[in-house]
């Protein structure tokens, strides 16, 4: 199995910036350090060009990224400063999903250690997302005529209204998002399957709707490809979450999707998406769970899957 990650190209921010961005050093270091992962390579993805971000983003929006030349309501809502470090980090985390497609595509289940960056718009971005890389990854992957059906499977705890957007009135995309009903974003965008959940909601709540979920999308949607976007947030610890997962209905979810989409032959992209716990080990934690999860997919569990993580 291929893991991309894309933390050495550093995002500088102010220490009162309320982004844990040390989780993807420190879930790299762990990934690496664990030794559960022999088997697999981690790597450092190409950057996106160009010519992939204007599959979805609006040319304008593309060039003032990369000139410096947002406004500053545009930063705003991005909720990151502007610099070269910022352009250069956002297409090696859109370029992590597109190498993480090529490798599913050929070895059945990859990793991004970042990603999952669902409210960039075609015109913009929002939220701390600057382009959208699992849609720039899927339309890359049908440009390039290697998929024409693809799903985005989104548990992150807030709304992909910006993938939502991007795959609205378009057949060979798909949208599910399960979220938090009362969140950020406060205006959704309509997904082809939108799953809200009440705050507060526990373990055996998200696990069935998510489970009835993947039903519906079964009954509608033939994918030849999917990015799963397995967000920490929806972890009852979360400062932006809302919902009340423990770490072991966070590794049950990932068990469950995975499972899903491998018992199916369907190749299957891993992105981290967003994670927001105060304790920011808590935030590594169910990361590593889900690389953990995705290599069993490929290789089998490792002596340390089926033991519950700590709540």
Not at 199 to 223: H, M, N, S
Not at 275 to 297: K, L, N, S, W
């Amino acid at each position: 199995m291929k893991i991309y990650y894309s933390d050495t190209f550093e995002l500088p921010l102010p220490e009162t910036h309320r982004f844990p961005m040390a989780k993807y050093r420190l879930l790299r270091q762990r990934v690496a350090e664990s030794g559960e992962f022999s088997d697999c390579e981690l790597l450092v993805p190409e950057a996106a060009t160009d010519q992939q971000l204007l599959l979805v983003h609006q040319p304008g929006y593309v060039e003032r990224v990369a000139a410096g030349r947002l406004t500053a309501l545009e930063i705003r809502r991005i909720g990151f400063p502007w610099s070269p470090q910022l352009v250069e980090r956002s297409r090696r985390s859109v370029g992590a999903s597109i190498a993480a497609a090529r490798a599913a595509l050929s070895g059945g289940v990859a990793v991004n250690l970042a990603g999952g960056t669902h409210h960039a718009f075609p015109d913009s971005g929002q939220g701390y997302c600057v382009f959208n890389d699992v849609a720039v990854a899927a339309r890359t992957m049908q440009h390039e005529g290697a998929v024409r059906r693809v799903l985005f499977v989104d548990c992150d705890v807030h709304q992909g209204n910006g993938t939502a957007a991007i795959a609205q009135h378009d057949a060979t995309l798909f949208a599910f998002s399960i979220h938090c009903q009362r969140n950020y974003p406060f205006r959704t965008t309509r997904g082809d399957l939108d799953v809200s959940l009440r705050e507060g909601a526990t373990d055996d709540e998200y696990l069935r709707a998510l489970t009835d979920g993947l039903q519906v999308v079964a009954g509608q949607f033939d994918p030849e490809l999917v990015f799963y976007l397995a967000g920490a947030d929806a972890y009852g610890g979360d400062r932006l979450g809302k919902l009340n997962l423990t770490k072991s209905g966070l590794q049950h979810r990932d068990q469950i999707v995975m499972s899903y989409f491998g018992q199916r032959h369907i190749p299957l992209v891993v992105c981290m998406a967003g994670g927001y716990a105060p304790e920011i080990d808590d935030i590594v934690d169910i990361h590593f769970a889900t690389v953990r999860t995705a290599r069993a997919t490929v290789f089998g569990p490792c002596h340390t899957l089926s033991r519950p993580a700590a709540s």
